[in-house]
């Protein structure tokens, strides 16, 4: 397999390129050299995707598979099917369930309502971008809508987030209850389905994540605490208390969506046509576990303030107290 990697230096995009490589496929990313250097292996072409020149030098190639991770405009990829279309078996865009219009449903299936193209929040663009890939390559357009992507060299940190915090120890509030569902992808889950999904030549388009109830939010932060080895207190709060003083779920609290949230689809959505298609999830333990080692591996100390010794206490002593 010939495989080119729009990007392929950061989190999914370096777990793609060092899977494709184990497989024995010629990997080329196209990348500008700002964010580091793709896994050894994987050949680098250096160029700007917004600057058709630097596009062109693409096409004196054929590749079997495209796979492009862009979360920026959506012209960007319409240029890049564009000019690869010619040259190119299957493009392969990485979108997110963020696509589709009301987040709070459960159950969400890869044909529900999507947001409106044409704004500017982050599924408005996504759903542009698919539509421009659609346009292009047509039946030989997949579309992958991950969601929420945890794992070694994770960015934005989410995971990181929790180990980071938990690592320091002591009384840690968090919030209940502990047997909240989570619905997640190991980004080395979310690489291999993508690679066996270019070599069996898939089209279409799949909700690419565990199926809900994956974990827990009790499972992942008891993995957390034990990965590193901490003393942490898990001091379990009740949802209204973060209201009440202010915390947002998911923006200010990683990973966390308390039941009756408007994204709380975020972790019910339908992946089974992801899952008859070949895809399977490790334990939330060995994500856990992994993340965790890279991260130790870094050079420097781990800052892991969480929410803040203030925020914290408060959460600790209830409102109004």
Same mark, same amino acid.
């Given at each position: 397999?010939? @495989?080119?990697?729009?990007?392929? %230096?950061? *989190? ?17 990313? *196209? ?5 580091? /250097? ?11 995707? %917004? ?10 190639? &054929? ?8 979360? &920026? $405009? ?18 392969? *865009? ?8 009301? @987040? ?32 292009? *390559? !047509?039946?030989? %357009? ?8 945890? !794992? $070694? ?16 120890? !002591?009384?840690?509030?968090? $919030?209940? #209850? ?33 199926? #809900? &109830? ?23 709060? #009740? ?6 003083? !202010? ?45 965790? /080692?890279?991260? %130790?591996? @870094? /050079?420097? #100390? ?10 914290? /206490? ?8």
């Amino acid at each position: 397999m010939r @495989l080119l990697l729009l990007g392929g %230096t950061r *989190f999914l995009g370096r777990a793609l390129g060092h899977d494709a490589v184990a497989r024995g496929w010629q990997v080329t990313a *196209f990348h500008r050299g700002v964010t580091g /250097a793709p896994p050894h292996g994987v050949a680098s072409v250096y160029g700007d995707r %917004t600057v058709a020149a630097d596009l062109a030098v693409l096409t004196r190639t &054929g590749w079997d598979a495209v796979v492009d991770t862009w979360d &920026g $405009p959506p012209v960007a990829v319409s240029a890049a099917a564009t000019a690869l279309a010619p040259v190119s078996g299957r493009y392969i *865009f990485v979108s997110s369930r963020s696509v589709y219009d009301d @987040l709070s449903t459960h159950g969400l299936t890869e044909d529900s309502p999507l947001t409106p193209a044409g704004g500017s929040s982050f599924g408005s663009v996504k759903v542009a971008a698919e539509h421009a890939v659609r346009a292009t *390559f !047509g039946h030989r %357009t997949l579309i992958a809508r991950p969601g929420l992507v945890l !794992g $070694p060299h994770e960015q934005p940190e989410r995971l990181v987030w929790w180990l980071r915090r938990l690592a320091r120890g !002591g009384d840690v509030p968090v $919030p209940g #209850p502990p047997d909240l569902g989570l619905q997640y992808i190991d980004v080395r889950d979310l690489a291999r389905w993508l690679l066996d999904a270019a070599q069996a030549d898939l089209g279409g388009t799949f909700n690419v994540v565990s199926r #809900p &109830g994956h974990t827990t939010m009790g499972a992942l932060l008891a993995a957390c605490t034990e990965a590193a080895g901490s003393d942490a207190r898990l001091r379990w709060v #009740p949802p209204a208390v973060f209201s009440a003083v !202010g915390i947002q779920p998911w923006s200010e609290l990683p990973i966390w969506v308390p039941a009756g949230s408007g994204v709380r689809g975020l972790h019910e959505t339908d992946s089974e046509r992801a899952h008859a298609a070949g895809l399977h999830c490790r334990p939330v333990t060995q994500t856990v576990a992994d993340t965790w /080692a890279w991260l %130790t591996s @870094l /050079a420097g #100390p781990l800052p892991g303030d969480g929410l803040g010794p203030d925020r914290e /206490a408060a959460l600790l002593r209830g409102p109004g107290a």
